[in-house]
């Protein structure tokens, strides 16, 4: 009998409604011949409540006390949905992470598993159970609780899927499949039927929400196949695999884009080694995440170094940078908030050329000036005017025809 | 350092302002030089919410899931009051009853403690914490979340304190103390400075809710001396202990009264042996709860057999006994549910005649019909017209001279 772990997010377990819902569709798999572990956020907005409640006693909640807290909002909605699939007449038991045996470093509020012990989950299933496990948490050797972070449910699916040997890890939320580019923003985003790890991980990181990063690269490194469906809907969803069909590997596969970029550019800064460092490191220590760098060639032994960061944390990045390239004896600091990115992604880029060029090309019929160009393996990124992303991403989505039905 | 096990109740605990309320007494009782372990209670109304959530989902939910779900109410509240010591810059940490040691029996919704390992705590206690257990709720030697039923987290408190050797067991509600009588009932009763053990076990027992007897019963069999007072206000509260000082043991000590009773008479019960039996057994059998049980003097070889239940079980009670005396050959049965309790509590009567009939003079010159009567070594109970109970208990207030001051 083959295993499949679901994992449910917190809007698909708002309310007693959706809870009895979601016990629906997990006795569908069950009926259709399959073991099922279920990992389960916590239900709606619980989780913002209770931070909500712990910032109205203290300002600076420690970090510990925090995580036992959080963990209660996954705790609860694993009982009701066992209370749940009880009521439709099939055994079921909820597990908190301790009991699932989700063992994690002492990092508390961002958590890395260590070593997952299923003997209570198999037991369990042998007693022809359907598991319930709370995600988002584990505990310390100490004993003591934590939780993994961002994205951490998804992280618990995937690496119980990855111990349990599971055939599959479905991931339900509101959103039934990956999206040739956010629908909300381009009405004729297609759904894709399948996308790589490794484009599924580079569309997340720029730009789609879908699922979090952490959980595809757990599920690239154990082999996981990951589905993505709505729990709300039967519409097929998007599977997240190794191998991509032959037919549409060797094409552009998504449009991201992020609305959330600031940019700043250090004129005139002296080349010569360890002056990056100069300026990053203390820029790292100060919290500050810096996504896209780019060093001008050198004239007269100066450069220009731009880097981007996150909207909201250009004031004090720009309060780190500006007595650093005084100290350096760097010319001016300059920035703009008013920026986007806009990416192609899809693992055929890696053996065709001439995507950028295309890219490029669409980007100027429209009259849209590029600012910085950042490229990996599989995906190029222009970062442009905050104003034309959406020109951009709609252009861009009929320049590599993924309004068109293609083979999938 | 003397310690104190100090235990706050839900409405001590509801809303950030009262956490942080209890957060400032604590620190108080820990500056006057203790070490300090707090047991909480779910916040307000949570545990209600909780349980009118899970009835929503399954009209008869699961134990086992029900006390998990129930457990995150205290768990809940012990992180927000930690981060509310921390935020006055106190050291403080929370522990779940699993990381507490309080172990259990797996009978859930009311598991007794079979054990509690507190090394944990103490180890805490040691880096100069100030512990917050939550209450009501222990593990399994499986490692599953039980909760100890009703009057929970007073077991807890009282537990803590008997493992740990704790100087006192503090138990702070919106209840400011012991009273003579329900002040409620009758403003002029009194607050009592001290009562003994089997004084409050006879009154929380017969009518007053100040504290559940499970948790006095542990206080007398480890000698826990427990506080029962306000943690809206610094009113000295009532010592439940040991040994009451001489000059108030001759005496009653309080007036109790339940509004909540129904009594059945068979009547003709033939009087042979194993009759009371036939009847009871199968009462117990399907749950109710017998009270007073009163059998007549025989004649003629048949008795008339009455016994107390609550109102609320007297329409299941009166289905089962019907055909029971039809079966054994008894006459009719007749029932009242128009029934009240009043009784006298007091260490003092056991070694002084004259209670009793001071008691029913007192009645009859109000012409208070007494209808069953059932005593204690240190209570009398009258059972009469559930009209008549608020006139009753001002007379034997009265009567007793409760209202006076005495040496307290």
Not at 208 to 230: C, D, M, N, Q, T
């Amino acid at each position: 009998m083959s295993l499949i772990v679901q994992k449910y997010g917190g809007t698909s377990l708002a309310g007693a409604r959706k809870v009895k819902n979601v016990a629906r569709r997990i006795i569908k798999t069950r009926e259709a011949g399959h073991q099922v572990v279920i990992v389960v956020s916590a239900m709606g907005d619980t989780t913002d409540d209770l931070i909500k409640m712990a910032y109205q006693i203290n300002e600076f909640p420690n970090k510990r006390e925090l995580d036992v807290l959080l963990s209660t909002g996954e705790v609860v909605s694993s009982t009701l949905l066992a209370m749940a699939l009880h009521g439709m007449g099939f055994p079921a038991i909820s597990l908190s992470g301790a009991q699932a045996g989700i063992k994690t470093d002492a990092t508390y509020s961002g958590a890395r598993i260590t070593d997952i012990n299923p003997a209570r989950i198999l037991k369990e299933l042998e007693k022809d159970n359907i598991v319930i496990v709370a995600g988002f948490q584990g505990i310390t050797d100490d004993l003591d609780v934590t939780t993994l972070g961002r994205g951490g449910s998804d992280t618990t699916a995937v690496a119980l899927a990855a111990i349990l040997k599971a055939e599959r890890c479905e991931r339900y939320t509101d959103v039934d499949g990956i999206y040739t580019t956010d629908p909300r923003f381009l009405p004729e985003a297609r759904k894709l039927k399948e996308v790589s790890y490794e484009e599924m991980l580079e569309m997340v990181t720029y730009g789609f929400k879908a699922i979090h990063p952490r959980a595809i690269e757990l599920g690239e490194l154990y082999g996981v196949p990951i589905l993505v469906a709505s729990s709300f809907n039967d519409n097929p969803g998007t599977l997240i695999h190794k191998e991509v069909s032959m037919e549409i590997r060797n094409k552009v596969r998504g449009i991201a884009h992020d609305l959330d970029v600031a940019k700043i550019t250090v004129v005139g800064v002296p080349d010569r080694p360890g002056i990056a460092a100069q300026i990053f490191v203390p820029l790292a220590e100060a919290g500050i995440s810096v996504d896209t760098i780019v060093q001008n060639a050198s004239i007269n032994n100066t450069t220009d170094l731009t880097f981007t960061v996150a909207k909201s944390q250009l004031d004090i990045a720009m309060a780190v940078v500006e007595p650093i390239a005084a100290s350096i004896g760097a010319g001016k600091c300059a920035s703009d908030s008013k920026l986007g990115k806009v990416s192609i992604i899809g693992s055929g880029m890696q053996n065709a050329p001439g995507y950028a060029a295309r890219m490029f090309d669409a980007l100027s019929k429209e009259n849209i000036n590029i600012q910085l160009i950042t490229t990996s393996e599989i995906r190029i990124t222009c970062i442009i005017e905050e104003a034309l992303v959406k020109d951009a991403v709609k252009t861009l989505h009929r320049a590599f025809e993924l309004d068109k039905n293609g083979k999938e």
